[in-house]
């Protein structure tokens, strides 16, 4: 089976850059350079992440894309929704350009994928969208701060918008239910659907931290 071209437009996620600037003095270095993140300084907080990633809807994605972090996120609730959300992000974007390139209207074309030429340029515009939305999300988890009123604002503001951005990969994923089969149905189709249960995911880890912030 041929690799998919999905892969050519995923590129390095720009997570490590924002763990940098919000996790603790010694997790910098590792931070800095990935490669130094070695299993056993994770293994303490892989069960944290194992946990956690019980409460979404998609567990195994949950862990997959999250345990590299173990280290980073250090058990911290509101450090590992934040990163989550960027993960979401890194994707989103990622899909976002593949579904834009230009390419892919004229290869549904030749395929005689005629429908999925509809799909993807609705997908263009919904996932724009959704990208917009999780930026927004992810800008104010990292200004979260003031009172106990202000930040429940703040999470509200967070879940409202990981909800919408949510409801428009749903859009995307369902323009493709009379798509047959083929190369465009599986990369964009399959792309979209991951990016969803990452985002299903982060939204459902706000919520665990917001429910945690809540309690008296």
């Given at each position: 089976m041929r690799p998919s071209p999905?892969?050519?437009?995923?590129?390095?996620?720009?997570?490590?850059?924002?763990?940098?600037?919000?996790?603790?003095?010694?997790?910098?270095?590792?931070?800095?350079?990935?490669?130094?993140?070695?299993?056993?300084?994770a293994a303490p907080y892989t069960d944290f992440i194992l946990k956690s990633c019980q409460n979404t809807l998609y567990p195994d994605t949950c862990y997959a894309s999250l345990s590299r972090y173990a280290s980073a996120v250090r058990g911290d609730v509101a450090r590992l929704a934040r990163v989550a959300i960027g993960v979401s992000l890194d994707h989103a974007k990622s899909m976002t350009t593949y579904v834009g390139n230009n390419n892919l209207s004229p290869l549904a074309d030749g395929g005689g994928e005629h429908r999925a030429v509809a799909a993807i340029r609705d997908c263009s515009s919904t996932l724009g969208d959704s990208v917009d939305q999780i930026q927004e999300s992810l800008q104010q988890m990292k200004q979260l701060g003031g009172s106990a009123e202000d930040l429940a604002f703040q999470l509200s503001n967070v879940l409202t918008w990981m909800s919408a951005a949510e409801t428009n990969e749903d859009t995307c994923v369902d323009g493709f239910d009379n798509v047959a089969d083929g190369s465009l149905r599986s990369d964009v189709y399959d792309g979209v659907v991951k990016v969803k249960q990452l985002t299903s995911n982060a939204l459902a880890l706000v919520n665990a931290f917001a429910n945690k912030v809540a309690k008296p």
């Open positions: 999905l892969f050519s437009f995923i590129s390095s996620l720009s997570i490590f850059t924002l763990l940098l600037l919000h996790a603790p003095p010694p997790s910098t270095a590792a931070l800095a350079n990935p490669t130094t993140t070695t299993a056993s300084a």
